[in-house]
């Protein structure tokens, strides 16, 4: 018997795949949500920390309320800090967001933005089956066969393919990457740090950081913690960084011993800047977003972000295709292949730059960096340099003025 056709599935409930069925019900539109993964898993660690004003307001305008809720969740650090070689370099401290405005950003771990765009795709209606792992996907001129990993098979007329950056979805349609891996790995740790003796919320960048040979060392602060991201070359043992024991080692050198006994969670990460070849099938029923279609360090919060706004321009795409049909419809499909497309190569260009200001391979902006701290006490502009280089271009600006 074949499956009854369902106008639009979604593929990966991660916050591409969440933000995508949003956006998609408040068109109007009955949305499939397909997870391979049991509705009670545990995902690890925080992650995607940032969440950007410009995605609060697109996850708000598909689900009225969302973002107050997840701002009430998260903190706004209003004080940044860089150092080099153990030296303050730059400091800044920004004033609150207006009453009743929406903040720059605000920062949870991004399983607890995961639960709150989960409840709002069940307020909002979205029907989710857990525990279904796609394998087969073959589209047509009519629509795509999707085959599921226990033999299940769905057909819809267009997917939405947010299922992360093994994405069967993408590998089933033969859409290869084009882009690299990074030198070096990064050695992320999540630590508990509440109430009464909590350290201040201030983002803290150390070039150079004396106590760690050198090595670049950043704290980020989240909702209930921070994470500390310690950033390893090509020529580092893991096991000298990445082992449990060995943070136990290190992470005194960077903020008070009590912490070492907070750790909530340690991974470690080599990291890709990578694009899809196409972000849409040859037969334009297939729209890829969020890390199926991309995949960049995460230098200037563009992973998570940028899903959120593929989200939504995937959805804008597919309720004009199902409504108009015909040529109209391949056109809105290739619409959102050309913006999120030019939209991930420029995060990727952008956080390549980032990446090469962290990591300077050349001597020249090695010296630059050094020259710029020693200069940094007369000249701020110097310090400033400093602080925002490692986020690449500004954040939040992409040809389409979207992340
Ligand atoms: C250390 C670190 C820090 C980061 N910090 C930031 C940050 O500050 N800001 C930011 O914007 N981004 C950040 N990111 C990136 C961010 O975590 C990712 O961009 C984000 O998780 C991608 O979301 P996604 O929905 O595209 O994919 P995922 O979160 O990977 O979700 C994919 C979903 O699809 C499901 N799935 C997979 N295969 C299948 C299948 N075959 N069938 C059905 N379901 C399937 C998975 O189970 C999962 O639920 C960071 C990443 C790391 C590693």
Avoid at 186 to 209: K, L, N, Q, S, T
Avoid at 259 to 264: G, I, K, Q, W
Avoid at 358 to 366: A, F, N, Q, V, Y
Avoid at 377 to 392: D, F, K, N, T
Wanted: aromatic residues 8%.
């Amino acid at each position: 018997m074949s499956p009854t056709e369902i106008p639009v599935v979604v593929v990966g409930a991660g916050p591409a795949g969440f933000a995508a069925a949003l956006q998609l019900r408040a068109r109007g539109l009955p949305v499939t949500l397909l997870e391979a993964e049991p509705e009670d898993r545990v995902r690890p660690g925080s992650r995607a920390l940032f969440v950007h004003q410009e995605s609060l307001r697109l996850l708000d305008e598909a689900s009225p309320g969302l973002a107050e809720r997840i701002v009430r969740h998260g903190t706004v650090w209003p004080t940044k800090r860089t150092f080099y070689g153990g030296r303050q370099v730059f400091a800044r401290t920004y004033p609150p967001a207006k009453p009743g405005r929406l903040p720059r950003f605000t920062s949870l771990r991004q399983i607890e933005t995961e639960r709150h765009l989960h409840a709002a795709c069940l307020a909002a209606g979205v029907d989710i089956t857990w525990g279904a792992r796609v394998v087969t996907a073959v589209p047509d001129e009519r629509g795509v066969s999707l085959g599921g990993a226990e033999g299940q098979t769905w057909r819809a007329r267009y997917v939405v393919a947010a299922d992360g950056a093994h994405s069967a979805v993408r590998k089933a349609i033969g859409i290869p990457w084009q882009g690299k891996r990074s030198e070096g790995f990064h050695v992320v740790v999540d630590i508990a740090d509440r109430g009464p003796g909590a350290m201040p919320p201030e983002r803290v960048f150390h070039y150079r950081h004396p106590a760690l040979g050198g090595r670049n060392v950043m704290r980020v602060p989240f909702a209930g913690g921070f994470q500390v991201d310690l950033q390893c070359g090509q020529e580092d043992d893991v096991a000298e960084f990445a082992e449990p024991d060995a943070v136990r080692q290190w992470l005194p050198e960077v903020v008070d011993a009590k912490y070492a006994d907070a750790v909530l969670w340690v991974s470690k990460y080599h990291y890709l800047h990578v694009v899809a070849e196409s972000l849409v099938d040859t037969h334009r029923r297939v729209l890829l977003i969020g890390e199926a279609a991309h995949l960049f360090p995460p230098f200037g919060a563009r992973g998570m972000n940028s899903g959120f706004a593929d989200g939504s321009a995937a959805a804008e795409a597919v309720a004009t295709a199902l409504a108009a049909g015909g040529a109209a419809a391949t056109k809105a499909v290739e619409t959102f292949d050309h913006a999120r497309g030019l939209a991930a190569r420029y995060n990727s260009d952008a956080a390549r730059t980032a990446l090469s200001h962290m990591r300077p391979t050349s001597p020249l902006m090695r010296w630059r960096q050094r020259a710029a701290a020693a200069l940094s006490p007369v000249i701020p502009r110097m310090g400033s340099w400093l602080e925002h280089a490692p986020y690449g271009p500004r954040a939040g600006a992409t040809p389409s003025g979207k992340y």
